[in-house]
């Protein structure tokens, strides 16, 4: 195995400078640490993966004993969050032609609603 002493690392940075440039070092310096930091999290996930794989059928055993009330109770409360929604959507009027988001008219602006004008 050779031994790469203070004088060749030198070398090869001196190398690497005159490949590259100046300009690219930093930029090749930050995406070499974005892509560590992405493999750091990408192996992290799967670990975590892993450990849910083994929990899985205990969670999977409790839910099946859990009572049908739970299931019920929590259908329920989403009915009634998607009919406050429902209701909230319905109650905002739609915004004018020609009107910003704040409602007050844009004036000096030639609006054309597309929709009214007949083709020939």
């Excluded at 009027?93 to 020609?98: D, K, L, T």
């Amino acid at each position: 195995m050779p031994n790469i002493g203070t004088p060749e690392l030198l070398i090869i940075l001196v190398a690497v400078l005159l490949i590259f440039g100046s300009a690219k070092l930093p930029q090749l310096a930050r995406s070499l640490g974005k892509s560590a930091r992405i493999l750091k999290a990408e192996t992290k996930g799967l670990r975590e993966d892993d450990k849910d794989d083994k929990d899985a059928p205990d969670t999977a055993s409790a839910q099946a004993q859990a009572p049908a009330g739970d299931a019920r109770e929590r259908a329920a409360r989403l009915r009634e969050e998607a009919a406050r929604l429902e209701n909230e959507a319905t109650a905002q009027e739609p915004r004018r032609q020609g009107a910003l988001p704040s409602g007050e008219a844009i004036e000096g602006v030639p609006v054309s609603d597309y929709r009214t004008r007949k083709t020939s």
